[in-house]
């Protein structure tokens, strides 16, 4: 066991350690430290949600919640995201989560399919009319956002689609991509 890799002394080519900053496994191959394992619960990242000026926490008591956490295996990120409306949130436009200027890796394309995304999908709760709605929407490589949030048949969401959003309304949604790196 070492805090990092690095601290390791006089590593050598199948010297293994368990790196308790990152609680990681990981194993010395042709002179570099390669993962071998990983506690998968350890390593989720929580960040401040950016949702494109389509959707605002406000201030003050009941002002709503919102989070995105996410978690990176090599080139993959899985997430999830989401928030509850308070008396003081706003929403305004196309619903919009920007996962780069909220801190995640960039958005790879898929394959050599141009204009291709990857996918999301979750649920609404329109809390007024006791009533869940799916979701999918697409994770956009072109612009590093999931966006064209929508139900089959729906248009687009937006501040009143598929329901006007208001306090109690909540959005939870998960999603996966591959890192540019």
Do not use: C
């Given at each position: 066991?070492?805090?990092?890799?690095?601290?390791h002394?006089?590593?050598?080519?199948?010297?293994?350690?368990?790196?308790?900053?990152?609680?990681i496994?990981?194993?010395?191959?042709?002179?570099?430290?390669?993962?071998?394992?990983?506690?998968?619960?350890?390593?989720?990242?929580?960040?401040?949600?950016?949702?494109?000026?389509?959707?605002?926490?406000?201030?003050?008591?009941?002002?709503?919640?919102?989070?995105?956490?996410?978690?990176?295996y090599?080139?993959?990120?899985?997430?999830?995201?989401?928030?509850?409306?308070?008396?003081?949130?706003?929403?305004?436009?196309?619903?919009?989560?920007?996962?780069?200027?909220?801190?995640?890796?960039?958005?790879?394309?898929?394959?050599?399919?141009?204009?291709?995304s990857?996918?999301?999908?979750?649920?609404?709760?329109?809390?007024?009319?006791?009533?869940?709605?799916?979701?999918?929407?697409?994770?956009?490589?072109?612009?590093?956002r999931?966006?064209?949030?929508?139900?089959?048949?729906?248009?687009?969401?937006?501040?009143?689609?598929?329901?006007?959003?208001?306090?109690?309304?909540?959005?939870?949604?998960?999603?996966?991509?591959?890192?540019?790196?």
């Amino acid at each position: 066991p070492v805090s990092t890799a690095a601290d390791h002394p006089d590593p050598q080519d199948y010297d293994v350690v368990w790196e308790h900053s990152t609680s990681i496994l990981k194993m010395r191959l042709d002179g570099a430290w390669h993962e071998i394992a990983r506690d998968y619960d350890a390593n989720w990242t929580s960040v401040t949600p950016n949702w494109a000026g389509s959707f605002t926490v406000g201030v003050g008591e009941n002002a709503g919640t919102q989070y995105l956490r996410y978690v990176q295996y090599g080139s993959t990120v899985a997430g999830v995201a989401g928030f509850e409306r308070g008396d003081a949130s706003s929403q305004s436009g196309n619903l919009v989560l920007d996962l780069v200027a909220s801190g995640l890796p960039p958005v790879k394309a898929p394959g050599d399919t141009a204009g291709a995304s990857h996918m999301a999908g979750g649920r609404a709760w329109d809390s007024s009319a006791n009533r869940f709605w799916s979701v999918t929407a697409s994770v956009s490589p072109s612009t590093g956002r999931i966006q064209n949030f929508g139900t089959a048949g729906d248009p687009v969401w937006s501040a009143t689609t598929p329901f006007t959003w208001a306090t109690g309304d909540t959005l939870r949604i998960f999603f996966n991509y591959e890192a540019d790196l």
